[in-house]
């Protein structure tokens, strides 16, 4: 059975930083790529980034609002994915949610598993 | 950015109703377009892919059309246990983006 659970997430102060992981099991975790999704209370889903799998470069791709404050890792050898979240905001309040990523062709398709999510409060 | 909008922004039908949600893309985004189900309290999930393709294990109730701009996302026979906000998200171009949702109820 396919598992992700998220872990590392609670209440942070502005500016602060907070590294959330993403553990994996039931699947070939160097297979795919990994990626973050959060969404804020109330709101709808909003992409963080992903990290393609190896085999295709191990890049990462974020979106413009977290760009230069999120870093997304991966260690293939203990199928673990994470986010490190530095410089946090009010703003970046949310339930941060693991995906994997299905290949098609090469090809990055659809967030196929999702993990439960980790909420993330950002507040003095 | 794509925006993708998404409507109505809620709804509410009958069991057995048949219900349809519109996605229109801000532009041409050929056919890469998911549907996702989310329950109250829980995450989402994939339901449909690549505008049309049911995934594994999904009712066929549930299913998905569309190209270029405008996408539809259709439940035959409303059940009681699709309660949920659904979401389409475009992967054409980065970033990827979500409509705001459809929250589905019970009449």
């Known amino acids: 059975e396919v598992q992700l659970v998220e872990s590392g997430g609670g209440l942070v102060q502005p500016g602060r930083s907070l590294r959330l992981s993403c553990t994996t099991s039931g699947f070939t975790f160097g297979d795919y790529a990994m990626n973050w999704v959060r969404q804020a209370p109330g709101k709808g889903l909003e992409w963080v980034g992903f990290?393609?799998?190896?085999?295709?470069?191990?890049?990462?791709r974020y979106a413009a609002s977290v760009k230069d404050r999120f870093t997304i890792s991966r260690d293939d050898s203990k199928s673990i994915a994470s986010l490190q979240m530095n410089s946090l905001k009010t703003e970046d309040t949310a339930v941060y949610y693991c995906?994997?990523?299905?290949?098609?062709?090469?090809?990055?398709?659809?967030?196929?598993?999702w993990g439960q999510g980790t909420l993330v409060t950002v507040s003095s | 950015d794509i925006q993708m909008t998404q409507s109505p922004s809620s709804l509410s039908a009958s069991v057995g109703d048949r219900v349809t949600i519109t996605c229109q893309a801000s532009?041409?985004?050929?056919?890469?377009v998911n549907w996702y189900q989310q329950k109250p309290g829980k995450a989402p999930k994939l339901l449909v892919y690549d505008a049309s393709n049911l995934e594994t294990g999904v009712p066929s109730r549930f299913s998905g059309s569309g190209s270029g701009t405008d996408f539809t996302f259709t439940i035959n026979s409303l059940q009681p246990e699709d309660i949920a906000t659904y979401h389409c998200?475009?992967?054409?171009?980065?970033?990827?983006?979500f409509g705001q949702g459809t929250r589905l109820d019970i009449k």
């Open positions: 995906t994997r990523v299905r290949y098609i062709n090469g090809l990055i398709d659809a967030f196929d598993m």
């Open positions: 532009q041409h985004i050929t056919k890469f």
């Open positions: 990290i393609r799998a190896r085999a295709y470069g191990g890049t990462t």
């Open positions: 998200q475009q992967y054409d171009t980065l970033p990827i983006t």
